[in-house]
């Protein structure tokens, strides 16, 4: 159970003037249309699980994305302050990265920027292999949307019934939750309800200044300062 914050977060001066500038250059991609689903699952299968890309595909269309450090950076610092909060809230949460989830009979598939399973951890914790379809979903992904939006993703992951979806562009980060076959924003998120989006973007930028390690320490701190852990009964 996730613990009830005791003040109220700091609030994030954000600069909007900054969303007008050209957007930088954080993964390199190819679409490809008129893709059979057989071939899709060669490709898959001559390159192998070594690879860097990422692939996702769905109505004969084929994304090929290609992470650079700009896209890394922010996806691994994300995921590094996940994890302080629920490691300092005693929460279980199994990471995942860019699992390979494929539906042959809905002929999609898709490799998002990282998955975690938080509800369904206990589901899946003693299988090494999960394999989603035989498997519940991930309870959350986390996408990374600095140079382009990852609406084309959205329809897929939407038919794996992942619940919960994060997308971070640089500047914000918003929360997005499955309902009636769509994703729509939610104030709150579903998988971590009482850590606010705002706080997120803070210590992400504050890395840049402070460096990871400082950045990790200082979000540990907040995280203590602000919630009271559940009493044990």
Not at 189 to 207: F, M, N
């Amino acid at each position: 159970m996730i613990a009830t914050p005791q003040t109220k977060p700091t609030q994030v001066e954000v600069n909007t003037s900054l969303t007008d500038q050209p957007r930088p250059l954080s993964e390199n991609r190819i679409l490809l249309h008129g893709v059979s689903w057989e071939t899709f699952e060669r490709l898959l299968a001559d390159i192998g699980d070594r690879r860097k890309t990422l692939f996702h595909y769905i109505n004969g269309t084929l994304e090929i994305m290609s992470p650079l450090s700009l896209h890394e950076g922010s996806n691994r610092f994300i995921e590094a302050l996940l994890g302080v909060f629920v490691d300092e809230l005693g929460i279980d949460m199994r990471r995942l990265g860019s699992l390979l989830m494929k539906i042959p009979e809905l002929k999609i598939g898709g490799e998002p920027d990282s998955c975690y399973y938080v509800k369904n951890e206990v589901v899946i914790r003693e299988k090494e292999n999960v394999i989603v379809g035989q498997d519940p979903p991930p309870d959350l992904i986390l996408e990374v949307d600095i140079t382009s939006p990852s609406d084309r993703r959205l329809p897929i992951y939407a038919l794996l019934g992942v619940p919960e979806v994060w997308r971070y562009d640089g500047y914000s980060l918003e929360f997005l939750a499955l309902q009636n076959e769509e994703y729509v924003p939610i104030e709150n998120s579903l998988s971590s309800p009482t850590l606010p989006a705002e706080i997120i973007v803070e210590y992400v930028q504050k890395r840049l200044i402070l460096g990871e390690s400082k950045t990790l320490k200082e979000f540990r701190a907040w995280v203590r300062a602000n919630y009271s852990q559940p009493e044990e009964v």
